[in-house]
């Protein structure tokens, strides 16, 4: 028996270049930053003083109305707003609209964020502090947990095949389409919604990262202080914000006539046995990753013409990328076009392999690939193809791409998508 | 504390479900019962009891919350204490 087909039937977005996808796609291709100064009142008493916030704030997204908003992590916003613009993007009514609905036993979510309800959890702290415990939101904890952004979703569309919440600091939405994927092969669901989300643009984050030294520091010009493979990089950018995808077996998306914007073909995974937060210089963990996503999609390394680095701007992690795809894809390394769209959209940590999932698929979709930014002088170690200075046009006909995404503890997710032709 | 109108308990205590909730204050009236008239789910019932507390300056102890069904319940509630005062 043939395995179950999945593809992606509907995008949506909220990020630090757009509140949706098609302004984020268009800030993408015109090589614009997310990132800017922190309005903040202490930033003399942080390490790092600027972030990639998201573009529109969930109350002006006309989305969500003040009440709903009140009882749900900012995180949790991003998340709600993102799976709404996916799931009519799919070409499924919402709300008093009406339309057409999936059969709540078919329909699945899995929505990760790496760090969860930070803003809620901290500001609620405060709240006891200040005012004792009777005063705490009775929504903390709903609000605060990791699994509630996957719950705001599920019980928005009222997906009772299960709602599912995984979580692997930076690879996180990337295992959550991976397992959206297994989920509609394995015959749980028809349709998933699948993908990740963060905020937690917050001083204790810039300080602990901070502390960390894992952060850019350059204070002076933010906006070009995310740049991967760039010889003057100083660590990441943090951003915020979400990106939804919706999957659906092939047979059932064709049988409804859905607009299919790409396969998702398969998924890897590894862990790097080695360090909590570095990975091999040699990009070894990683490599395995990329090659069990090949298996599993069925593809040859010839195939690949694309792939979505992780490329936060760290030093190390940027060059150790690079080694893994080598290791990877052989000769076929020196033939794919990469990009890291982290350069403008800042690290959306849970949300980053979720988004740059949704860029590579637009990237498939469109032919084109976003180029990195603030790439200046690249890295005497870099001898691959980085798209720098402008989008690359990608060759007509069948592709495959690659994107990858690692997370703290070592985890290594790469997801594996084809042109829909 | 002095004696507070039906009318102020209850002008308070729309615009307190509004902000919450966000129900229209004119459908607060005194027959709704919070949870099957208003759809206001358990969680959102404590965030307005604290609010009600905050805004007419009483104590409803949590034991008492779950006897406060309807809109009028709040209002007999609140000036019940305000004459025991």
Known sequence: M????????????????GGDVASTWSALLAGESGVSTLPWDNLDTLPVKFAAQAAVEPADSGVLAKPRL???????????????EAMKDAGYGYGEEGGLTVDPDRLGVVVSSGIGGLHSALDNYDVYREKGWRRVSPFTV??????????????????????????????SSAEAIGYGIDMIRSGRADVVIAGGTEACIHPLQMASFGAMRAMSTRNDAPELASRPYDKARDG?????????????????????????????????????????????????GQAK????????????????????????????????????????????????????????????????????SLITILSLREGLVPAVVNLENLDDAVDLDIVHGEPRKLPDGPAAALNNSFGFGGHNVTVAFERAL | MAEVSEQTILAGLGEIVEEIVGVPA????????????????????VEIAVAAQDKFEVEIPDDELKNLRTVQDVIDYVQGLAAKA
């Not at chain 1, 043939?2 to 270049?17: F, H, I, N, Y």
């Not at chain 1, 760290?314 to 076009?337: F, M, R, W, Y």
């Open chain 1, 2 to 17: 043939s395995r179950t087909k999945v593809v992606v039937t509907g995008l949506g977005a909220s990020t630090p270049l």
């Open chain 1, 70 to 84: 009140r009882r749900m992590d900012r995180s949790q916003q991003f998340a709600l707003i993102a799976a709404i």
């Open chain 1, 142 to 171: 709903p609000m605060l947990m990791p699994n509630g952004s996957a719950a705001h979703v599920g019980l928005e569309f009222n997906a009772t095949a299960g709602i599912h919440a995984l979580v692997s600091a930076c690879a």
């Open chain 1, 236 to 284: 990441f950018v943090l951003g915020e914000g979400s990106a939804i995808l919706i999957l659906e077996s092939e047979e059932f998306a064709r049988a409804r006539g859905a607009k299919i914007n790409a396969i998702a073909s398969g998924v890897g995974y590894s862990a790097d046995g080695y360090d909590m937060v570095q990975p091999p210089e040699d990009g070894s």
């Open chain 1, 289 to 356: 990753a990329m090659q069990r996503c090949l298996k599993d999609a069925g593809l040859e390394p010839s195939q690949i013409v694309h792939v979505n680095a992780h490329g936060t701007s760290t030093p190390a992690g940027d060059v150790a990328e690079l080694n893994g795809i080598k290791l990877a894809l052989g000769e076929q390394a020196h033939k794919v076009s990469i990009t890291a769209t982290k350069s403008m959209t800042g690290h959306l940590l849970g949300g980053a392999g979720a988004l740059e």
């Open chain 2, 26 to 45: 004119a459908d607060v009236t005194p027959e709704k019962n919070f949870i099957d008239d208003l759809d206001i789910d358990s969680l959102s019932m």
